[in-house]
């Protein structure tokens, strides 16, 4: 068995795809595995994976082509994962397209392990995502800007960012993935981009809060407690509703 | 009347916040609109939940009112005339102001602003649309909003506001028209109903001119809802349904929704609700409200005439599907989808993604897991094949039996046994969200 390793990136993986199909080895007896996100097995051929531009390229304009817009752009979220099988299933999944034949997207096909996989891993991301739309939280600091930290599992920051930079276009602002230490950041009315290894300092973002930024996280928590219905109080509700690893960073009081 | 003008913006939000609770519709959903580029705000189809308050129910809206002053007397509302409450009244730019605040720190995907009758109707709605006004046009609001229409109100001023606003409301507050006149004796159900005629009206004139006109201004684009109280009069399940049906019907609604009553005025010629409202009773109407709006039901199939209420042990669907066992078994692999949303256990998704999947192939009980089928309760209702999974029997006796355990079975049975009998259930997981029905 030859396992195929890459880097955690979407030019690595599909470069690993490129090399899984140049012929040198055998499509069956193959695997993918990313750096790092797996432990050594004895009988296994470990084999490190040169990312490739051009080549990742080549692969993607190959799905596009045969499979269609709406399967690249699902197999492109899913490896924003952070599951460690998600380059193996994303292989497996093109492989299985291409030995079979198929044309357009043919991830609806629930009979196949590989894709029940891809969908499964897909509705977690996308899931994760749409929850930080709402539990995502800006502070305001000096100068209006405004501030967020989130700790997603899976990579969601560039799709965030996507949907804050349409709502929030005349604001600057900064959202910051705590647990990989990568930041976006927007100015108002020009492209977001994405900043590596930041290191966030929470005391000196707390002593530059805004003047106001007391008061309006006084009336949000004021309205968070009065909006809620004594009589219906049902905690396990809230809780299945607001997993408890959503409310790190928010403002209100949901003990 | 100046007095409360010193009230500081904090003491307001409490007080107008508390009084807007029992409203229920907190949702912003209806729309997809993209941000302009320039103004803040955008809105997304499905709507987005920005938390989840104590009682487990969805934060999207600051959801407030312009003021708790009211000249009428609703007999199941804290802000009625006879009540002694401390009464406030926004100004709109302490609207606009919050409103804005929140909104650029994602606490709210928007604002529902409802209102008790200042004065009156006219000067309450004119107070509404000033309010809707300067947030679109001097604090560039494009995020989602939510504003009620007050009956009675001169209908060039609802009109008016209804460009301003996403979603409208008009609440129906009571079923019948005899409730209404009980409980709520300054409205009439003509005044409720005109101007939601008006507005479904306007709105189908306003399709006409966007099509040919693409950027003509948009009439309350995200459609118009409408809620009613549950459990302070005396109507059956089947009657409260058969009055949904009509509103979608007949007023094209997008949402009918259910408030499960509380007694907030300990008012004795209303129920009690001690024990606490009737959640569960609302939960079957959610439920119901779901078969009828996605899954093709009519009311008359849910209940009817000799069913006049829910069964409280059997969610809607199971309880039809028992009721109408020769229907079943359904094939998975060759029955339409039609006949697949009629299966305790298929959602809408699972249906369409059985649909999209037998095409490469025939499906098995295995795969129909992966697909999110709810084995549980599909499993006596379907065959894969022409195969039964197991032991299963197609036998509504039986079915019962497996679903509910026999000392339920034999509950079953007892006729007395309602709503509040079963407070043992207020504990449990009720909301209106869509994951409840599959
Ligand atoms: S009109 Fe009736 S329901 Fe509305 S605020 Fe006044 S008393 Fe309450």
């Keep these: 068995m030859i396992v195929l390793v890459c880097s955690d990136n979407i030019a690595s993986i599909f470069s690993a795809v490129y090399e899984a199909w140049a012929g040198k080895y055998n499509r069956d007896a193959l695997e993918l595995k990313i750096d790092g996100a797996y432990e050594y097995e004895f009988f296994k051929e470990y084999i490190k994976v040169e990312t490739d531009e051009s080549r990742a390229q080549k692969v993607v304009n190959t799905i596009k082509k045969q499979f269609g817009k709406e399967f690249l752009s699902i197999i492109s979220l899913v490896l924003w994962s952070y599951e460690e099988d998600k380059a193996d299933a994303v292989y497996k999944t093109i492989k299985y397209g291409i030995e079979t034949k198929k044309y357009g997207n043919f991830l609806s096909d629930f ?92 005391e000196l973002i707390n002593n530059k809060l805004s003047d106001r930024e007391d008061e309006y996280r006084k009336l949000w928590r004021l309205f968070f407690d009065t909006i809620s219905i004594e009589d219906r109080k049902n905690k396990k509700l809230q809780r299945n509703n607001f997993p408890l690893r959503f409310r790190e960073f928010i403002i209100e009081d949901t003990k | ?201 306007r709105r189908d004139a306003n399709k006409e001119e966007l099509v040919l006109y693409k950027r003509a201004p948009k009439f309350v684009p995200a459609g118009q809802s409408t809620q009613m109280i549950i459990g302070a009069s005396n109507e059956s399940d089947y009657e409260l349904l058969a009055v949904t049906e009509s509103l979608y019907k007949k007023f094209a609604l997008k949402r009918v929704f259910y408030s499960a009553f509380v007694n907030v005025n300990n008012d004795t010629t209303l129920p009690m609700t001690q024990s606490g409202p009737p959640l569960l009773r609302e939960h079957r109407l959610y439920q119901a409200d779901w078969l009828m709006r ?119 049975n007892e006729p007395q046994v309602n709503y509040r009998q079963l407070s043992l259930f207020d504990g449990g997981i009720y909301n209106d969200s869509s994951s409840l029905l599959r």
């Design chain 1, 111 to 202: 009979r196949i392990e590989c894709i029940q996989r891809i969908n499964k891993l897909y509705r977690n991301i996308y899931n994760e995502i749409h929850h930080y739309y709402g539990f995502v939280r800006f502070s305001e600091l000096d100068k209006e800007r405004l501030f967020a930290q989130i700790r997603p599992k899976n990579y969601c920051l560039e799709a965030l960012s996507e949907h804050f930079a349409d709502r929030l276009p005349s604001e600057n602002w900064i959202i910051y993935d705590v647990g990989r230490n990568i930041a976006a950041v927007h100015k108002m009315r020009a492209q977001w981009f994405i900043v590596r290894d930041v290191i966030v300092d929470n």
């Design chain 2, 1 to 201: 009347m100046f007095l409360e003008q010193k009230k500081s913006v904090y003491d307001k939000l409490k007080i107008l916040t508390d009084a807007a609770k029992y409203d229920v519709a907190c949702t912003s959903s209806g729309i997809e609109k993209k941000g302009d580029g320039t103004n803040i705000g955008n809105s997304i189809k499905a709507g987005i939940c920005h938390s989840f308050s104590s009682d487990g129910r969805c934060i999207s809206l600051l959801k407030i009112l312009l003021t708790n002053y009211c000249v009428f007397n609703c007999s199941y509302c804290i802000n009625r005339v006879s009540n002694d409450v401390d009464r406030v009244l926004f100004t709109p730019d302490e609207i606009c102001t919050i409103t804005m605040e929140f909104y650029r720190r994602n606490y709210i995907e928007g604002l529902f602003l409802s209102s008790g009758i200042f004065k009156t109707p006219d000067i309450t709605m004119e107070l509404l649309y000033q309010t809707l006004y300067k947030l679109r046009n001097e604090y560039n609001f494009n995020g989602y909003i939510h504003v009620k229409a007050i009956p009675g109100a001169d209908p060039v001023l609802i009109e008016k506001t209804g460009f301003l606003a996403d979603r409208m409301s008009v609440n129906l507050e009571l079923p019948t028209a005899e409730s209404l006149k009980k409980l709520a004796p300054n409205k009439t159900r003509n005044t409720i109903l005109k101007p939601m005629r008006q507005i479904q009206l």
């Design chain 2, 294 to 412: 996605f899954y093709e039901f009519k009311a008359e199939e849910i209940l009817d005439k000799n069913h006049k209420n829910f069964n409280v042990f059997l969610d809607p669907k199971c309880d039809w599907a028992i009721r109408n066992i020769e229907m079943f078994p359904v094939e998975i692999n060759t029955a339409d989808y039609h006949n697949l949303l009629r299966v305790p256990g298929i959602g809408v998704k699972s249906a369409k993604r059985i649909v999209a999947a037998r095409r490469f192939g025939s499906l098995t009980f295995e795969n129909l897991k992966k697909i999110g089928v709810v084995l549980k309760r599909a499993v006596y209702f379907i065959t894969c094949s022409g195969q039964l999974y197991g032991s299963v029997k197609i036998d509504s006796e039986y079915i019962l039996r497996q679903l509910l355990g026999d000392a339920d079975v034999r509950r079953l």
